[in-house]
């Protein structure tokens, strides 16, 4: 039996604030970044995703709608406790199906230039010119979602 779950998580629940947590702590705290007040209420038409092992949340990623047909992915994080375990991969693969439920052909996201590689060995492909976002170097990247 796995002992990794991972499900769908309600916005503003219980759940939603461990993930806000989890987030803090593994993206945005290290770069001396906060969340908004305005930016998690934006998160309300979001799906959350989050995997447990033995019902302690320890990854998370969010997908936002940017249209009928692409959606992108954002906000993954891994506790560092249990990195290397196969958990972000699990996450985007269970992302890619749910998105794909719903009618999405195409995800996009904004990758740190550490997790490219990542990115990539799932068949994300960069797109355009390397930029900065929050204050580090991203590469946009896409995959059609077939």
Not at 48 to 62: A, D, N, P, R, W
Request: glycine share 8%.
């Amino acid at each position: 039996m796995d002992p990794f779950t991972i499900r769908l998580i309600d916005h503003n629940s219980d759940d939603y604030r461990y993930e806000v947590e989890l987030r803090h702590l593994i993206l945005r705290g290290p770069l001396g970044l906060s969340f908004s007040t305005e930016e998690l209420a934006g998160e309300s038409n979001s799906h959350h995703i989050g995997c447990y092992f033995e019902g302690e949340l320890v990854g998370c990623l969010v997908l936002r709608p940017v249209n009928a047909t692409q959606v992108q992915m954002r906000q993954v994080a891994v506790n560092d406790l249990v990195q290397g375990k196969g958990i972000g991969k699990m996450m985007v693969k269970y992302s890619e199906a749910l998105a794909k439920s719903l009618g999405f052909v195409e995800m996009v996201l904004h990758a740190r230039e550490t997790a490219v590689p990542f990115y990539e060995a799932m068949a994300y492909t960069k797109i355009g010119d390397r930029f900065t976002e929050v204050s580090i170097p991203h590469w946009s990247m896409v995959k059609v979602l077939v």
